[in-house]
């Protein structure tokens, strides 16, 4: 079993509000204040997996909102199933980052695992396939 701390969208959103990114790459934002946001495979078992890269980044924009996970589709292939959710880092309703998740649920759909958005290792579930 895993050992895995979740936490809700309110508290990301407290830890995330009116702090500027400054510097990022595919898969990790850094804040103004050293925070880092990176996107990871929270649970899997056997040959499931998850993850996802962060796209649309604007640097030196102060956070205002941050979206509830919304899940923006599905691909079935061979009895397996990936599904796709997004979590969009907004400043004044203009998206500043948007992140990108994945979740599969592994060899003919027998397994499960979850992408999180991950901030000072608690984890924040945006997409899971199970």
């Not at 969208?9 to 702090?19: A, I, P, T």
Request: charged share 25%.
């Amino acid at each position: 079993m895993y050992d895995v701390k979740y936490g809700t969208f309110d508290n990301l959103r407290e830890k995330l509000l009116y702090k500027r990114i400054t510097a990022w790459t595919k898969d990790k934002l850094t804040l103004e204040d050293g925070t880092e946001i990176t996107i990871e495979c929270s649970e899997q078992d056997c040959c499931a997996w998850a993850g996802g890269k962060f796209k649309g980044v604007k640097l030196d924009a102060a956070i205002t909102d941050v979206s509830e996970p919304c899940l923006t589709g599905k691909e079935e292939f061979g009895g397996e199933t990936t599904k796709f959710g997004t979590v969009t880092i907004y400043h004044n309703n203009n998206p500043i980052a948007v992140a990108e998740c994945e979740a599969n649920d592994g060899n003919g759909g027998y397994y499960y695992s979850i992408c999180s958005l991950v901030v000072n290792d608690v984890h924040y579930k945006v997409v899971e396939a199970e």
